[in-house]
């Protein structure tokens, strides 16, 4: 076959005169002729078996047009190109299935006209459109750039014969040269059809250049690469060669095959974990020992101990956060009653979260004003309050809430810093951190991670582990944590760390400048009564094996709990309580379950024995009733059947029936207390003051302020100047607990003025402030916990300094509503508010019925328990 035809055998203007205006058309699939180009056709579809046979009868020129869509087994004229190619029939050949071989000749282009006939086979009038050939400079230029792309691709061609590659160098005819080329080097059909349908010589030459160009380019590029798989395979089969004599070697030498596949194995994980550069280079460098010492070797042990570390960590396992807000606020709100403010921060996490990942903002990319990079801001949030109130609890709500994994650590008592950063290897045993131990338990790089009790952190000669948890918590570091056995950085800028403590006191300033304080205070009754009824009684149930049916807590007998066995700011001893109760309740029912087995088999035995009487013996089936259960109500009554006598009672009013004693409040890391200040006068030597209670400096010069003021002012208060010779006694109770802090100023003076004036103070009145020389009183801290603290014990009403008065806002609705708060910046004022009216000496008339004072010279009615 030849892929052209000589023009010195024929005569190509013959041929072209042969063509006439109304050809018959073939469609071509996937395929677009050429002129001069010979190539077979297989013909199969009836139409074109019929239009080949009709042509090869008569003058065998026949047009070839190529389907817009393969896919159309009949193409209608609107499927097919309107610029075709007219040839002329060399041979058919017929085959046993019918269809035909057809070898064809391009002759000239043409361009459809009009269509004529559809039926039985397309026919239409044709007009030739030879290529416009100018014979320019340009055009020599395209041919020769044409002939060398073409010469460059053909070399990359395997399947190129190189006579192919002399003949192409050898044309002259630019117009041959694009056709063959065109029909021998790949180009997609429409390239092929849009090379045909140009008119101009030049343009199909320019369009040849760019598609032949872009395939040399592939071709290149794919000889590179296999070039390069080819040196990877021979590289590969190298180190499979030498692989295999050091194992033939290691044989000989008696080692066998387990530590080679152990190194393998490292390999694969090392590869697989998906650690740091950093990482994986030291892992690599430590396989290579590990590869080299024999299992004896002591070193051995230490490096394969190392490399488990490494793997085992989550380098880039992440959970992907739960970043539906009504689902985490509904799963906070199950778990745990109030708290409001640490669940507004957790949902504002959540928020930003969803924010970013929505916009599409990427963790890292931050950035400051000047464009500088910022490495972190995570947020460490600290969560400060009482024991008991769902400080560490709260952590596992806030991992469930936000579908993380939760992980945990005290850090009460911890002194030794190696506990957070880790031993170095060079010590024997030496192990991780905490930290990253936690981090791998978690599985993930990503969880909630509290530390608990991070005010309880101590230090000694071994270190300050306070120290090293600065770069732990601090979001602008933690991204490239080094634990000291791992040497490698490790980002724990994804987890969330949740602090908890009961004071900030006692944190490092530089540790506490790290954290996003989140204070949770104690809890008022009401909360405690709520806590009770939804979250304790439930979970002490279950624990103890009882059902809802069996058990009743009345809102009486809860609040009995709370205020005749209870004391503390949390919920923890009223749960035990309530456990308490639980448990000799299970012991009731659980009697009572083994008692009625036995009173029905008797019932049983009773009613067989009348039946067999009477009627003689029966086949009957006897059923033990079913006993209703009956629930046991839980009443204040039962309350102290079960708990005992009550351990707390409100001695206010006792405490202040007599001169001397006054109601203060105080604040401890354990939440706030009631405290009592009690103040004798005795002979001795003028200006003596006796301090006793476990005093602390700062409250022992709070009592010497109070006395100085007092002696100061003796004229105004109405004493005499004899008033305050002698000794004077001033005593707190509850010796054994260690006192300190100014807040008791004006409760001293008020105890002094009650003592040396006869009045008492009103027992439904508690006081805190610090009191000056002069008589002002200054604001105070803890002053939540503080009114908390009186609200439990029963007071009504409460002396607060003035500039205080913001922090009231701070209390809850219920507790604003109940207590009286009166705000005082004077003594005086402490004074005219705190001691009850001089009691006058008693006349002789007969009894009457005092007339109604105001609300303002009495105090409102005493409601003690």
Same mark, same amino acid.
């Given at each position: 076959m030849l892929p052209w035809f000589n023009t010195q055998e024929q005569n190509i203007d013959d041929l072209l005169r042969r063509i006439p205006e109304e050809l018959p058309i073939l469609p071509l699939r996937n395929t677009v002729a050429f002129p001069y180009i010979v190539m077979p056709l297989a013909v199969g579809i009836p139409r074109s078996v019929r239009l080949i046979e009709d042509v090869d009868r008569g003058n065998r020129v026949v047009g070839l047009v190529a389907m817009k869509d393969p896919s159309v087994e009949v193409p209608a004229t609107s499927q097919v190109y309107q610029v075709g190619t007219a040839a002329i029939i060399h041979r058919v050949m017929r085959s046993d299935d019918g269809t035909l071989t057809v070898f064809i000749q391009g002759l000239e282009r043409f361009r459809v006209v009009e269509w004529t006939v559809e039926d039985p086979y397309l026919k239409a009038r044709i007009r030739l459109t030879p290529d416009i050939v100018e014979g320019s400079v340009i055009e020599e230029a395209l041919r020769r750039s044409l002939l060398d792309v073409a010469t460059r691709l053909a070399e990359l061609i395997p399947q190129f014969p190189d006579e192919a590659i002399r003949f192409i160098q050898q044309?002259?005819?630019?117009?041959?040269?694009?056709?063959?080329?065109?029909?021998?080097?790949?180009?997609?059909?429409? +390239?092929?059809?849009?090379?045909?349908?140009?008119?101009?010589?030049?343009?199909?030459?320019?369009?040849?250049?760019?598609?032949?160009?872009?395939?040399?380019?592939?071709?290149?590029?794919?000889?590179?690469?296999?070039?390069?798989?080819?040196?990877?395979?021979?590289?590969?089969?190298?180190?499979?060669?030498?692989?295999?004599?050091?194992?033939?070697?290691?044989?000989?030498l008696g080692e066998g095959d387990d530590g080679r596949r152990e190194v393998e194995e490292y390999r694969q994980k090392? +590869?697989?974990?998906?650690? =740091?550069?950093?990482?994986?280079?030291?892992?690599?460098?430590?396989?290579?020992?590990?590869?080299?010492?024999?299992?004896?070797?002591?070193?051995?042990?230490?490096?394969?101990?190392?490399?488990?570390?490494?793997?085992?960590?989550?380098?880039?396992?992440?959970?992907?956060?739960?970043?539906?807000?009504?689902?985490?606020?509904?799963?906070?709100?199950?778990?745990?009653?109030?708290?409001?403010?640490?669940?507004?921060?957790?949902?504002?996490?959540?928020?930003?979260?969803?924010?970013?990942?929505?916009?599409?903002?990427?963790?890292?990319?931050?950035?400051?004003?000047?464009?500088?990079?910022?490495?972190?801001?995570?947020?460490?949030?600290?969560?400060?309050?009482?024991?008991?109130?769902?400080?560490?609890?709260?952590?596992?709500?806030?991992?469930?809430?936000? &579908?993380?994994?939760?992980?945990?650590?005290?850090?009460?008592?911890?002194?030794?810093?190696?506990?957070?950063?880790?031993?170095?290897?060079?010590?024997?045993?030496?192990?991780?951190?905490?930290?990253?131990?936690?981090?791998?338990?978690?599985?993930?790089?990503?969880?909630?991670?509290?530390?608990?009790?991070?005010?309880?952190?101590?230090?000694?000669?071994?270190?300050?582990?306070?120290?090293?948890?600065?770069?732990?918590?601090?979001?602008?570091?933690?991204?490239?944590?080094?634990?000291?056995?791992?040497?490698?950085?490790?980002?724990?800028?994804?987890?969330?760390?949740?602090? =908890?403590?009961?004071?900030?006191?006692?944190?490092?300033?530089?540790?506490?400048?790290?954290?996003?304080?989140?204070?949770?205070?104690?809890?008022?009754?009401?909360?405690?009564?709520?806590?009770?009824?939804?979250?304790?009684?439930?979970?002490?149930?279950?624990?103890?094996?009882?059902?809802?049916?069996?058990?009743?807590? &009345?809102?009486?007998?809860?609040?009995?709990?709370?205020?005749?066995?209870?004391?503390?700011?949390?919920?923890?001893?009223?749960?035990?309580?309530?456990?308490?109760?639980?448990?000799?309740?299970?012991?009731?029912?659980?009697?009572?379950?083994?008692?009625?087995?036995?009173?029905?088999?008797?019932?049983?035995?009773?009613?067989?024995?009348?039946?067999?009487?009477?009627?003689?013996?029966?086949?009957?089936?006897?059923?033990?009733?079913?006993?209703?259960?009956?629930?046991?109500?839980?009443?204040?009554?039962?309350?102290?059947?079960?708990?005992?006598?009550?351990?707390?009672?409100? +001695?206010?009013?006792?405490?202040?029936?007599?001169p001397g004693v006054a109601t203060g409040l105080a604040w401890t890391p354990t939440g706030g207390e009631v405290l009592f200040v009690e103040a004798a006068a005795m002979p001795g030597q003028d200006g003596n003051l006796i301090l006793t209670g476990h005093l602390g400096d700062v409250m022992r010069e709070s009592a010497r302020i109070a006395l100085s003021y007092v002696e100061s002012h003796l004229k105004e208060l109405g004493l005499g100047e004899d008033c305050c010779k002698g000794k004077i006694h001033l005593h707190v109770p509850s010796g054994a607990v260690p006192k300190d802090g100014p807040s008791a100023g004006i409760t001293m003076v008020t105890a002094l003025v009650s003592l040396l004036t006869g009045r008492t103070v009103y027992p439904d009145l508690g006081m805190t402030g610090e009191v000056t020389l002069q008589g002002q009183v200054l604001p105070i801290g803890g002053l939540k916990l503080k009114v908390m603290a009186a609200h439990r014990a029963g007071l009504k009403r409460v002396l607060v300094p003035k500039l205080n008065d913001v922090d009231l806002d701070e209390l809850p609705d219920k507790i604003r509503n109940e207590m009286e708060f009166i705000l005082v910046e004077d003594v005086n004022e402490v004074l005219a508010h705190a001691l009850t009216p001089k009691a006058e000496e008693p006349k002789p008339e007969p009894e009457t019925v005092p007339e109604a004072v105001t609300e303002a010279e009495t105090p409102p009615p005493l409601e003690t328990e």
């Amino acid at each position: 076959m030849l892929p052209w035809f000589n023009t010195q055998e024929q005569n190509i203007d013959d041929l072209l005169r042969r063509i006439p205006e109304e050809l018959p058309i073939l469609p071509l699939r996937n395929t677009v002729a050429f002129p001069y180009i010979v190539m077979p056709l297989a013909v199969g579809i009836p139409r074109s078996v019929r239009l080949i046979e009709d042509v090869d009868r008569g003058n065998r020129v026949v047009g070839l047009v190529a389907m817009k869509d393969p896919s159309v087994e009949v193409p209608a004229t609107s499927q097919v190109y309107q610029v075709g190619t007219a040839a002329i029939i060399h041979r058919v050949m017929r085959s046993d299935d019918g269809t035909l071989t057809v070898f064809i000749q391009g002759l000239e282009r043409f361009r459809v006209v009009e269509w004529t006939v559809e039926d039985p086979y397309l026919k239409a009038r044709i007009r030739l459109t030879p290529d416009i050939v100018e014979g320019s400079v340009i055009e020599e230029a395209l041919r020769r750039s044409l002939l060398d792309v073409a010469t460059r691709l053909a070399e990359l061609i395997p399947q190129f014969p190189d006579e192919a590659i002399r003949f192409i160098q050898q044309l002259e005819d630019p117009r041959l040269l694009v056709y063959l080329l065109a029909s021998n080097m790949r180009i997609d059909m429409p +390239e092929a059809q849009r090379l045909l349908e140009a008119d101009r010589l030049t343009q199909k030459m320019e369009h040849l250049v760019k598609v032949l160009t872009h395939e040399l380019e592939v071709r290149e590029i794919g000889q590179q690469i296999q070039e390069k798989a080819k040196e990877e395979i021979e590289k590969t089969q190298r180190e499979y060669y030498l692989r295999q004599q050091m194992d033939a070697i290691r044989k000989e030498l008696g080692e066998g095959d387990d530590g080679r596949r152990e190194v393998e194995e490292y390999r694969q994980k090392i +590869e697989e974990c998906g650690m =740091t550069e950093e990482a994986k280079e030291e892992a690599e460098r430590e396989l290579a020992r590990l590869e080299k010492m024999p299992p004896q070797a002591a070193e051995y042990w230490v490096i394969k101990t190392y490399l488990d570390w490494l793997v085992a960590l989550p380098w880039k396992a992440l959970t992907e956060d739960h970043l539906d807000i009504s689902d985490a606020r509904a799963v906070l709100d199950e778990d745990h009653y109030d708290l409001e403010d640490v669940k507004e921060r957790i949902l504002e996490f959540l928020a930003v979260r969803k924010l970013r990942q929505e916009r599409g903002i990427d963790d890292g990319d931050e950035s400051d004003l000047q464009g500088r990079k910022i490495e972190g801001s995570g947020a460490i949030l600290s969560l400060v309050g009482p024991p008991g109130v769902g400080k560490t609890s709260l952590g596992q709500s806030i991992a469930r809430a936000l &579908g993380r994994k939760f992980t945990r650590m005290s850090l009460g008592g911890m002194h030794d810093e190696a506990e957070i950063r880790g031993h170095r290897r060079t010590y024997i045993g030496a192990m991780p951190g905490r930290i990253m131990q936690a981090i791998k338990r978690a599985g993930v790089k990503n969880p909630v991670f509290m530390l608990d009790e991070v005010d309880k952190i101590g230090s000694d000669w071994r270190g300050d582990p306070s120290s090293a948890l600065l770069e732990v918590l601090d979001p602008q570091q933690n991204h490239a944590f080094r634990d000291h056995y791992l040497d490698v950085d490790f980002d724990l800028s994804q987890v969330l760390f949740i602090c =908890t403590g009961n004071t900030t006191a006692t944190i490092p300033a530089p540790l506490l400048d790290r954290m996003e304080i989140i204070e949770i205070d104690g809890y008022t009754e009401y909360d405690k009564l709520h806590i009770a009824e939804q979250y304790l009684i439930p979970r002490q149930l279950k624990m103890n094996g009882l059902l809802p049916d069996e058990i009743i807590f &009345g809102e009486p007998s809860i609040r009995a709990i709370i205020r005749d066995f209870t004391r503390e700011a949390g919920v923890r001893q009223l749960e035990r309580e309530i456990g308490k109760i639980c448990r000799k309740v299970a012991t009731q029912v659980a009697e009572a379950k083994e008692k009625q087995p036995v009173e029905a088999v008797a019932e049983s035995a009773e009613a067989l024995e009348a039946v067999t009487s009477e009627e003689g013996p029966a086949e009957i089936e006897v059923t033990p009733p079913a006993e209703p259960i009956v629930p046991i109500e839980i009443t204040p009554e039962k309350v102290r059947e079960y708990l005992g006598k009550p351990r707390y009672r409100f +001695e206010a009013a006792l405490r202040t029936e007599r001169p001397g004693v006054a109601t203060g409040l105080a604040w401890t890391p354990t939440g706030g207390e009631v405290l009592f200040v009690e103040a004798a006068a005795m002979p001795g030597q003028d200006g003596n003051l006796i301090l006793t209670g476990h005093l602390g400096d700062v409250m022992r010069e709070s009592a010497r302020i109070a006395l100085s003021y007092v002696e100061s002012h003796l004229k105004e208060l109405g004493l005499g100047e004899d008033c305050c010779k002698g000794k004077i006694h001033l005593h707190v109770p509850s010796g054994a607990v260690p006192k300190d802090g100014p807040s008791a100023g004006i409760t001293m003076v008020t105890a002094l003025v009650s003592l040396l004036t006869g009045r008492t103070v009103y027992p439904d009145l508690g006081m805190t402030g610090e009191v000056t020389l002069q008589g002002q009183v200054l604001p105070i801290g803890g002053l939540k916990l503080k009114v908390m603290a009186a609200h439990r014990a029963g007071l009504k009403r409460v002396l607060v300094p003035k500039l205080n008065d913001v922090d009231l806002d701070e209390l809850p609705d219920k507790i604003r509503n109940e207590m009286e708060f009166i705000l005082v910046e004077d003594v005086n004022e402490v004074l005219a508010h705190a001691l009850t009216p001089k009691a006058e000496e008693p006349k002789p008339e007969p009894e009457t019925v005092p007339e109604a004072v105001t609300e303002a010279e009495t105090p409102p009615p005493l409601e003690t328990e």
